[in-house]
């Protein structure tokens, strides 16, 4: 028997001693196992005590920490669904708070205002919507600038050590911006890299399979490590939508995942389903729900990683250093309680898993489209922030590895 599977399929009432007496008997991973640091001595803590409010990182494919590891980046709300509030960037060393941006309005409380690092952490970038019309800002870390660069688009994810972001129309009415753009944080320059034209002509048969005719945009672009690629999925308005109500499941319908190099501006691999994908270290692969790998590079070769928790509803993430991965959900799979979900770090090659920590997670911001923990590690692999709703807020936290060969 597995000695992580044996230990991890135990019930949730099961101490943590008992647990490591498991690994013992059964053989733990041997010393240069990237597992090893995460099965003792971690510790898990909120990333900020202060009382009365929600404070929740984005999204699991974006770092809230800044690239130099020294602050953390939240949205901090004080109203029941986390719909409205502020820019807040924390000092890890001192703890002292910094409201950098205030007063947004956000699409719901699953990814906040996809506020971000960027420009290598010299600015934070994020959404607001403010009279029905939405704009992207950034934020200069040093003089605390607010600068509006585009107006009726959204946010979605660049990479921290950079300027550009990824920015696309809102998918429930994107007007005349179907296409991606990459928005300049030094500059507010935005250019066009992938037209809605050159996607329906590759994929045309498809999309009027999946769209039924319906005008299409893209939609919620992820920029690869590298710079050099990118994913998307592909939208069309749905009835709510098209009443310009985006607060609504049937806002709009999106599937699919697209890969585009953005060096030759071509085509790269087409998937018609989207689970919640991200991207592998070495900006080829993509990580998937089911515990899987996509290689772009090779038609979508799908490699599987063997003996590994399926989690319902799991957001999964690879650390920086392509050792790990770590997942949300629920965890019936392991003997859970009914509705608890968990954080679970896997090694990639497979069989070995921890789950650090364990809650009801049916709580906190009640967003009609709930907050989810989002598990990600930090650019060291040696921290993982997720969200966890267990009580009237939803908190952001911090796992960090017991030092050591890490």
């Not at 870390?141 to 979605?156: F, S, W």
């Not at 908190?395 to 050591?404: F, I, K, N, S, T």
């Amino acid at each position: 028997m597995n000695a992580s599977l044996a230990s991890n399929r135990l019930p949730t009432a099961v101490p943590a001693l008992f647990a490591l007496i498991a690994f013992s008997l059964f053989g733990a991973p041997t010393s240069n196992d990237p597992l090893r640091p995460w099965q003792a001595g971690v510790t898990v803590r909120r990333v900020s005590e202060i009382p009365g409010r929600h404070a929740l990182h984005t999204y699991y494919l974006t770092n809230p920490e800044s690239p130099d590891g020294r602050r953390v980046l939240f949205f901090a709300s004080t109203t029941p669904d986390a719909h409205r509030g502020d820019l807040v960037v924390r000092d890890r060393a001192s703890g002292k708070e910094t409201v950098i941006a205030r007063g947004i309005n956000t699409e719901d409380a699953h990814r906040g205002a996809c506020q971000q690092w960027i420009s290598n952490g010299r600015r934070v970038a994020y959404h607001d919507v403010k009279d029905g019309r939405w704009s992207v800002h950034v934020v200069d870390m040093e003089t605390l600038q607010d600068r509006k660069l585009a107006d009726d688009r959204q946010l979605c994810f660049g990479r921290a050590i950079d300027d550009l972001l990824p920015i696309y129309g809102c998918h429930w009415n994107p007007g005349p911006y179907r296409d991606l753009e990459l928005l300049n944080a030094a500059t507010g320059e935005v250019r066009t890299v992938v037209t809605i034209a050159d996607v329906e002509r590759h994929n045309g048969p498809w999309l009027a399979k999946e769209f039924g005719g319906r005008t299409t945009s893209i939609f919620f672009p992820v920029i690869s490590p590298d710079g050099q690629r990118v994913f998307f999925k592909m939208s069309a308005p749905g009835p709510d939508g098209e009443k310009n109500n985006f607060m609504s499941k049937n806002a709009s319908h999106r599937q699919g995942t697209v890969v585009y190099d953005l060096t030759t501006r071509t085509p790269v691999f087409m998937r018609e389903k989207w689970g919640h994908p991200g991207w592998h270290p070495d900006s080829r692969r993509i990580i998937e729900m089911g515990n899987v790998f996509f290689d772009t590079s090779e038609n979508g070769r799908m490699e599987k990683m063997p003996d590994l928790p399926n989690m319902r509803g799991n957001h999964p993430s690879v650390s920086p250093d392509g050792r790990l991965f770590v997942m949300d959900g629920l965890l019936d799979e392991i003997g859970g309680p009914k509705g608890h979900w968990g954080v679970t770090v896997c090694d990639v090659r497979g069989q070995h898993f921890q789950v650090l920590h364990r809650f009801d997670n049916a709580r906190g911001a009640n967003s009609w489209r709930r907050n989810h923990p989002h598990p990600i590690f930090s650019a060291d692999s040696r921290r993982i922030y997720f969200n966890v709703s267990d009580g009237e807020w939803t908190q952001l936290y911090v796992a960090e590895a017991a030092h050591g060969d890490k």
